[in-house]
Nanobody, 124 residues
Framework: QVQLVESGGGLVQAGDSLRLSCAAS????????MAWFRQAPGKEREFVAA????????SYGDSVKGRFTITRDNAKTTLYLQMNILKPEDTAVYYC?????????????????WGQGTQVTVSS
């Protein structure tokens, strides 16, 4: 079992930056592929970014490419999402997820563990 806890959300203005963190605990001796998803009110959960188990591969959703960066600390227990040039359409609850597979996946069905989410609100 892995527990994931997100933090770092908040209210910012368009054009600002924000960094989200996701702390993993529990069975962290196993390295997982990890990802960020987001869900806005009335919309389906959307893939944001993912990093492979080794950290050598990353992938991003089209709407955040060039603005968001996913990273992980060397111990692979904390996942980050650096968000730059934020837009009002980035407003959502952001979730951290972990799954045991090779490479990166953009579908939520592959991820077994989820955090409770952190709210990001971008005002225009």
């Amino acid at each position: 079992q892995v527990q994931l806890v997100e933090s770092g959300g908040g209210l910012v203005q368009a054009g600002d930056s924000l960094r989200l963190s996701c702390a993993a605990s529990g069975r962290t001796s196993t390295t997982y592929a990890m990802a960020w998803f987001r869900q806005a009110p009335g919309k389906e959960r959307e893939f944001v970014a993912a990093q492979s188990r080794s950290g050598s591969s990353t992938s991003y959703g089209d709407s955040v490419k060039g603005r968001f960066t996913i990273t992980r600390d060397n111990a692979k227990t904390t996942l980050y999402l650096q968000m730059n040039i934020l837009k009002p359409e980035d407003t959502a609850v952001y979730y951290c997820a972990a799954g045991y597979f090779l490479g990166t996946r953009s579908s939520a069905v592959y991820y077994d563990y989820w955090g409770q989410g952190t709210q990001v609100t971008v005002s225009s």
